[in-house]
């Protein structure tokens, strides 16, 4: 009859084969005694090649990348970790302590399961959901394109709200100041607002004030006469004010205008004449004026670098646009705006992985709309993949969250009643981990975070950390 223990021995290596996961088991010192048959087709080793073979050493060759059992005889506990397979898979590992009654690891059972298709799936839902918010983008635009707001993303109500405000003021010829932080979009608006006017098919000219050199600024925005001065048109030259006759002038950083700009600009605005430098003869001009600027300018009048007529004459409407950290709902929908635009510029196929989209929206952006803007088209350009992960992202917005969310992990070490030990070590894996996102090399590693080489390659391979995975 049977003995007990071969009865035993045929069942367990009937479930190891039968089993659609990859399953090992180890002694108490890592060393390999049962592999399931399918270890060739994921991790590229034959099952009779790895029996007898240590975890350490496997680890080290990266074909357990990282390895589930040295977790667990580390932690002496129930493990689960990602693996990137030899063969390109993407393994689910968990793996679990066998103790004997002395409370010594006897065993280690892990289960890989393969998620590669999922994870397949996954990229592809992902690629589908982003070409659905694209889809939904281009009806939006397709609806604001004849309201003349083609680069305008609306999505928040504080957004929607300055638009309807701006198609209501569009209809009347009031001045109108944009208020807000570099990048917020107000030239977007300076523009829309012009488009929704009925000055719409005349002339829009857009002066940045902060970008006219002083000396110029006069005959620039007044023209001058043949003769004026030392190298001046022979013929002279109708200034940026005439031009905008029947149409709309605009303003952009109004507070770095001049004082003896601002009251000839001023004249101008009460009387609906110009005269150019150096002439004697003033021309009628019928234009609306808009201004922005980033500036308080009511500040500036009491520090009298603005005048306060003029301030009074262009504060008929004032719109404040908000910045891009006030209203996150925006941000994504503009992201994915521009990825499209990029894509069609490049002729390039990109799409976000979800979790790239949630770095976005948590981000500040103190650069606004045009920070954002620059940033896609360098994603865009610069991934090597079809799909954007969190990793292309600069390591200082992925530092920001980092940030964020120091506060709260000390924390949670602190609830779960973790020993200084304990949290120095999910410290120092937080920083490899760091310096595995932002740099390739452990040269490079070892100088972001201040130790020797060999020190964080001990240290890589002491908490399991693969760069490659990173």
Same mark, same amino acid.
């Given at each position: 009859?049977?003995?007990?223990?071969?009865?035993?021995?045929?069942?367990?290596?009937?479930?190891?084969?039968?089993?659609?996961?990859?399953?090992?088991?180890?002694?108490?010192?890592?060393?390999?005694?049962?592999?399931?048959?399918?270890?060739?087709?994921?991790?590229?080793?034959?099952?009779?090649?790895?029996?007898?073979?240590?975890?350490?050493?496997?680890?080290?060759?990266?074909?357990?990348?990282?390895?589930?059992?040295?977790?667990?005889?580390?932690?002496?506990?129930?493990?689960?970790?990602?693996?990137?397979?030899?063969?390109?898979?993407?393994?689910?590992?968990?793996?679990?302590?066998?103790?004997?009654?002395?409370?010594?690891?006897?065993?280690?059972?892990?289960?890989?399961?393969?998620?590669?298709?999922?994870?397949?799936?996954?990229?592809?839902?992902?690629?589908?959901?982003?070409?659905?918010?694209?889809?939904?983008? *281009? +009806?939006? &635009? /397709?609806?604001?394109?004849?309201?003349?707001?083609?680069?305008? %993303?609306? $999505?928040? @109500?504080?957004?929607? !709200?300055?638009?309807?405000?701006?198609?209501?003021?569009?209809?009347?010829?009031?001045?109108?100041?944009?208020?807000?932080?570099?990048?917020?979009?107000?030239?977007?608006?300076?523009?829309?607002?012009?488009?929704?006017?009925?000055?719409?098919?005349?002339?829009?000219?857009?002066?940045?004030?902060?970008?006219?050199?002083?000396?110029?600024?006069?005959?620039?925005?007044?023209?001058?006469?043949?003769?004026?001065?030392?190298?001046?048109?022979?013929?002279?030259?109708?200034?940026?004010?005439?031009?905008?006759?029947?149409?709309?002038?605009?303003?952009? *950083? +109004?507070? &770095? /205008?001049?004082?003896?700009?601002?009251?000839?600009?001023?004249? %101008?605005? $009460?009387? @609906?004449?110009?005269? !150019?430098?150096?002439?004697?003869?003033?021309?009628?001009?019928?234009?609306?004026?808009?201004?922005?600027?980033?500036?308080?300018?009511?500040?500036?009048?009491?520090?009298?670098?603005?005048?306060?007529?003029?301030?009074?004459?262009?504060?008929?409407?004032?719109?404040?646009?908000?910045?891009?950290?006030?209203?996150?709902?925006?941000?994504?929908?503009?992201?994915?705006?521009?990825?499209?635009?990029?894509?069609?510029?490049?002729?390039?196929?990109?799409?976000?992985?979800?979790?790239?989209?949630?770095?976005?929206?948590?981000?500040?952006?103190?650069?606004?709309?045009? &920070?954002?803007?620059?940033?896609?088209?360098?994603?865009?350009?610069?991934?090597?993949?079809?799909?954007?992960?969190?990793?292309?992202?600069?390591?200082?917005?992925?530092?920001?969250?980092?940030?964020?969310?120091?506060?709260?992990?000390?924390?949670?070490?602190?609830?779960?009643?973790?020993?200084?030990?304990?949290?120095?070590?999910?410290?120092?894996?937080?920083?490899?981990?760091?310096?595995?996102?932002?740099?390739?090399?452990?040269?490079?590693?070892?100088?972001?975070?201040?130790?020797?080489?060999?020190?964080?390659?001990?240290?890589?391979?002491?908490?399991?950390?693969?760069?490659?995975?990173?």
């Amino acid at each position: 009859m049977m003995k007990k223990l071969e009865l035993l021995e045929i069942e367990l290596d009937a479930l190891v084969r039968a089993s659609k996961d990859n399953i090992v088991i180890t002694d108490g010192k890592g060393i390999l005694l049962r592999v399931s048959p399918n270890s060739n087709a994921i991790y590229g080793i034959d099952s009779s090649s790895l029996i007898g073979q240590s975890v350490y050493e496997l680890e080290t060759k990266s074909i357990f990348s990282p390895s589930v059992t040295v977790r667990v005889l580390e932690e002496r506990k129930e493990v689960q970790v990602m693996q990137y397979t030899p063969t390109r898979r993407w393994v689910m590992a968990t793996g679990i302590p066998v103790f004997d009654a002395s409370g010594e690891i006897l065993r280690v059972i892990s289960f890989s399961h393969d998620l590669t298709e999922l994870k397949h799936l996954k990229e592809d839902y992902e690629k589908l959901r982003t070409t659905m918010e694209i889809y939904q983008s *281009e +009806i939006q &635009e /397709l609806r604001e394109k004849d309201h003349g707001l083609e680069e305008m %993303v609306i $999505q928040s @109500k504080s957004i929607q !709200r300055i638009w309807q405000l701006v198609q209501r003021v569009a209809k009347s010829d009031a001045s109108v100041v944009f208020l807000g932080e570099s990048g917020v979009g107000k030239t977007v608006f300076a523009r829309a607002l012009h488009n929704g006017s009925p000055r719409e098919k005349e002339t829009f000219i857009e002066v940045n004030c902060g970008a006219i050199p002083e000396s110029l600024f006069e005959s620039e925005m007044f023209g001058y006469e043949s003769g004026s001065f030392t190298g001046a048109n022979k013929k002279g030259k109708p200034g940026l004010i005439e031009l905008a006759d029947k149409g709309t002038l605009f303003l952009d *950083e +109004i507070g &770095e /205008l001049p004082l003896p700009v601002q009251a000839k600009l001023l004249k %101008v605005l $009460q009387e @609906k004449e110009v005269t !150019r430098v150096g002439g004697i003869k003033s021309k009628t001009i019928d234009f609306r004026l808009i201004a922005s600027t980033n500036q308080d300018l009511e500040q500036m009048v009491k520090q009298g670098k603005f005048r306060q007529d003029l301030f009074y004459r262009l504060n008929v409407i004032s719109i404040t646009i908000p910045p891009l950290r006030d209203r996150q709902e925006d941000i994504a929908s503009l992201a994915h705006f521009y990825l499209q635009k990029f894509n069609e510029k490049y002729k390039m196929n990109k799409f976000f992985h979800a979790a790239t989209t949630k770095e976005l929206v948590a981000y500040d952006w103190p650069g606004n709309v045009r &920070e954002i803007q620059n940033m896609i088209e360098r994603l865009v350009i610069t991934s090597e993949t079809n799909t954007i992960y969190p990793d292309s992202l600069p390591f200082y917005i992925q530092q920001e969250r980092h940030q964020k969310t120091d506060s709260s992990f000390f924390d949670e070490l602190e609830e779960r009643g973790t020993t200084l030990r304990e949290a120095l070590e999910e410290v120092e894996i937080r920083w490899l981990k760091r310096a595995v996102r932002q740099y390739k090399t452990t040269y490079e590693m070892a100088e972001y975070l201040g130790l020797n080489q060999s020190n964080v390659v001990r240290k890589l391979k002491k908490y399991g950390i693969n760069a490659k995975m990173h």
